[in-house]
């Protein structure tokens, strides 16, 4: 959940690590909580930010996933991708299938890379597979 490396204060990293504890046995409120003391302590924690904004009710998402963005400059490459694709998936921005596919192909193991992996579009039912004209051609295609 949290990398060790990218948290400064040894404090930081247990609160982290309790979190993502509490979030695994279902305990989303002490989640939160201790999630949102780390942040008190240090504001610019990215991934605490992150894991703040999976844990916040639907309606407020969007603005939790841009404060994650917002803190993510100093994180990992890896933490910077999952951060962008949950931000770009609470936007439906345009760019998260690319992000997603970035995260897939340099950590393939990271859960949000496959969690990510679909685009806005086909999350509404909408693909570009499905998305075809009756004469085989794709709308997202220039015709020659």
Do not use: C, K, N
């Not at 201790?34 to 603005?63: G, I, K, N, S």
């Not at 340099?106 to 890379?113: S, Y």
Request: no cysteine.
């Amino acid at each position: 959940m949290i990398e060790a490396h990218a948290v400064e204060a040894p404090d930081l990293f247990q609160l982290g690590a309790r979190a993502a504890r509490a979030v695994t046995a279902g305990d989303g409120a002490t989640a939160r909580r201790l999630l949102d003391r780390a942040l008190v302590e240090a504001p610019e924690f990215a991934m605490a930010a992150y894991w703040r904004a999976v844990l916040t009710e639907p309606e407020r998402q969007q603005a939790a996933s841009e404060h994650a963005l917002a803190r993510s400059r100093r994180a990992t490459d890896r933490e910077r991708l999952t951060i962008t694709a949950a931000w770009a998936h609470a936007t439906d921005h345009p760019s998260l299938l690319a992000v997603a596919e970035t995260l897939a192909v340099r950590f393939p193991t990271e859960p949000a890379a496959t969690a990510g992996s679909r685009s806005p579009a086909s999350a509404r039912g909408t693909s570009r597979a499905r998305s075809r004209r009756s004469d085989g051609s794709s709308p997202w295609t220039r015709s020659r």
